[in-house]
């Protein structure tokens, strides 16, 4: 009676592959391709500003920062780049809130830039600066000049985070937004305002109820608006909440 099959020997033209050897080979063609793709260099970079602003700062300059002043990007290995550092290099620059650093598959390098918002316009008689979304300062741009209102008077420590508030209140209004051009911070902390295209400024008291007296003012102006009224008045007082006072 015959017996099974008896098993072949392995023919020397036929190396065998154990589990560790496979492992061992994929391990090392993944470290070879790793390897080989740090060695690429970029193909190009790229600046994406994301948001509606105007650009306060020019992609040039950005461009600038993100290959760190390299001449250009294809000059650079992909194993060189250091995303974490250019991102807080980014971040630091005065116009700039923040930044996503990343390079794509293809080998681009890439930026994706959220510009500061500035909401109000300082000037202090010797300088003047932006006041930004977060109630910081943020220099002005030699590229773009951003339409908000222009303030005046003292902006320090103990009222500089009531009066960003209602910079915000104003920003985020688009009635407000359009129509409040200029406020004038007074030795008391008062606040007087001034609108677009009336000759009445608003006298608004302290940065309190700031939210029901802008509804007041609001409801006031259409209003009056409808029965011609507004050109008669040199004063609108919104410091008593229940009501709004006008002055010929």
């Not at 306060?56 to 300059?61: I, Q, R, S």
């Not at 005065?94 to 990343?102: G, T």
């Not at 930026?111 to 932006?130: C, H, L, M, N, W």
């Amino acid at each position: 009676m015959l017996s099974a099959h008896p098993q072949r020997a392995p023919s020397k033209n036929c190396p065998v592959f154990s589990h560790d050897n496979h492992f061992g080979l994929v391990l090392f063609l993944y470290s070879f391709a790793q390897h080989r793709n740090g060695d690429r260099k970029l193909k190009k970079s790229i600046v994406v500003f994301v948001g509606e602003n105007a650009l306060f700062v020019k992609p040039e300059t950005v461009n600038k920062l993100l290959i760190e002043n390299k001449a250009e990007a294809s000059s650079i290995r992909k194993d060189e780049v250091d995303l974490n550092k250019i991102e807080k290099t980014l971040d630091k620059q005065d116009m700039i809130e923040k930044s996503n650093v990343f390079v794509s598959i293809d080998g681009v390098l890439k930026a994706e830039v959220k510009q500061k918002t500035p909401i109000a316009r300082v000037y202090d008689g010797g300088s003047s600066f932006y006041i930004d979304y977060e109630g910081n300062k943020m220099p002005l741009s030699d590229n773009f000049t951003a339409r908000v209102p222009l303030v005046s008077g003292a902006i320090n420590k103990k009222n500089n985070e009531d009066l960003a508030a209602l910079f915000r209140t104003i920003y985020d209004d688009e009635f407000l937004k359009k129509n409040i051009i200029a406020i004038q911070i007074m030795p008391n902390g008062s606040l007087k305002m001034f609108n677009r295209n009336y000759d009445y400024y608003i006298d608004f008291g302290r940065t309190m109820n700031v939210d029901k007296k802008f509804r007041n003012y609001k409801a006031f102006f259409q209003k009056a608006v409808l029965d011609s009224t507004l050109y008669r008045y040199k004063k609108i007082d919104l410091r008593f909440t229940e009501q709004v006072v006008c002055t010929k």
